[in-house]
C-alpha cells in the first residue's frame, strides 16, 4: 500500500504535491491533538511566541502634556496593545496547523476549477487564513460559555494558574494565563512585578489589578 501511495504521490505536479503533503500532514497533527484534549492530556496550544517589543506600551502611557512616562497608570492601558495577546496570541502551533489544513484542503478542492496555479496558490493561502479565523471565532465563543455567571475575579487570588502568553519582567506590559474556577478555565491579562515569565511557567495569583488583568508571581 505504501508503494502504491509513493507511486500515486510521485504522478502529481510539485504544486498539487506541496496541497497534499500539507493536507495529510496537518490533518494528521490535528487529529492528535484533539484526541488528547479529549482525554484530558494536556492542552497542545504551544504558543509560538512573537516578541513584543516594549515601545508599544511605552507609547499608550505617554503623558502629552508633560513628555513624560505615567508609570503609576500603565497597569491597566495594556489590554489593547499588542502585547495583551492581540494578534501575536494568533501566533500558535494550532493555528498554524489550521492553516495549513485549510491550505492544503483548499488547494485540493479548488485544483479541478482554478487552473492558474498562481491564483490557485493565492486562494489556498486565504483559505487558510479563513480557517484560522473561523477556528478563533468558534474557540473565544466556547471560551465565553465556559465562563458562568457566578465567576468573580477576586477568586483567582490564591489559586495556580499556567502562563498562556508570556507575560513581560516588571510590570512593563501584559500577558496572559490560563486557570481553572469552579470547573470553568478562564483567559485573562496578567501582569508580575517580578522576571520575565515564559509561556507554560506556573504562577501563583496574588492580587487583582481590574475587571480583567491579574498579578502573579512564580510559583
Known sequence: MFTQLS?????????MQLFWACAIAA?????????????GIGDMDSDVDADVSTDFDVHTDMDVSNGDVD????????????GSAGIFSLF??????????????GGISLAPSVQNKGLLILLSILSGVLFVAVFVV????????????????????????????????????????????????????????????PTGTRVRIVGVIDSGSLLVDRI
Not at 28 to 39: H, K, R
Not at 71 to 82: D, P
Request: a neutral charge; charged letters at 15%; one cysteine or more.
Open 138 to 197: 468558534m474557540l473565544r465563543f466556547i471560551l465565553r460559555l465556559e465562563r458562568n455567571g457566578s465567576f468573580r475575579i477576586q477568586d483567582c487570588v490564591g489559586q495556580t494558574a499556567t502562563v498562556y502568553l508570556r507575560i513581560p519582567a516588571n510590570h512593563t506590559a501584559s500577558g496572559k494565563v490560563q486557570i481553572s474556577v469552579n470547573g470553568s478555565v478562564h483567559e485573562l491579562n496578567a501582569f508580575t512585578d517580578g522576571d520575565f515569565l
Open 27 to 39: 490533518s494528521i497533527v490535528f487529529i492528535i491533538q484533539n484526541a488528547l484534549m479529549l482525554m
Open 92 to 105: 500558535t502551533l494550532r493555528n498554524f496547523i489550521n492553516f495549513f489544513l485549510g491550505f492544503g484542503w
Open 7 to 15: 507511486n500515486w504521490f510521485s504522478t502529481l505536479d510539485s504544486t
Open 71 to 82: 508609570v503609576s497608570t500603565g497597569h491597566t492601558g495594556h489590554e489593547g496593545t499588542l
